[in-house]
């Protein structure tokens, strides 16, 4: 069982949702805006977030962004908008999943179930130059500082060291880091990988490109 946040402004779908994930067997917190769901998260504990873009006072985008800086928690945006541009924002900011309206009550709760076992996978605790991952709190060291990544970053780095000199497609990427139910692109592993690569600094030469192939992680470059 979990602690699901619900953010959603419109009433009734607010309590669709959250009766279907109870029913679910997950503990439901609700938010009525990004205001909200802010205090929310602030004063309770929560293991994944669903989230509506379209709200007043402060959009999903926004709440997406300032959530990952304080926490890993996995995020499904929820929103009516449909648009490639849209959705890639979304994953910038770290939402892990988009679902975009209408949908399938099963399929969301399905989503959810996966996002949180991919969550509470532990990864032997493992090491390449002078990154350093701790499993147990989720965290990643350079140099023996932590990195400020995102959930999603976060998998990327431990997927990538856990499999090293291993060649691995975006696709590949795509199907197992962020789930063969993933409505994306492979832009998405582009993205992620640049911006991971930036935080790593010089240490990111570890992920090392291969054209036409996609990407592996050389533990001692």
Known sequence: MANILVVEDEKALQDILADYIQKGGHTCLTADDGVDALAVLKNS???????????????????????????????????????????????????????TKPFSLRLLLAKVNALLRRSAAVFPGISAGKITLWPDART???????????????????FFMANPGRVFSRQQLLDRVWGYDFEGTTRTVDTHVKTLRHKLGDEGRHIVTLIRSGYKFEAAV
């Open 45 to 99: 504990p929560v293991d994944l977030m669903i989230l509506d873009v379209m709200m007043p006072y402060l959009d999903g985008f926004s709440v997406c962004r300032m959530a990952r800086e304080k926490s890993s928690m996995p995020i499904i945006m929820l929103t009516a908008k449909s648009a490639e541009d849209d959705k890639l924002k979304g994953y910038d900011y770290g939402a892990d999943d988009y679902i």
């Open 140 to 158: 990643a060291c350079l140099d023996g500082l932590e990195l400020t990544l995102t959930h999603k970053e976060y998998e990327l780095l431990a």
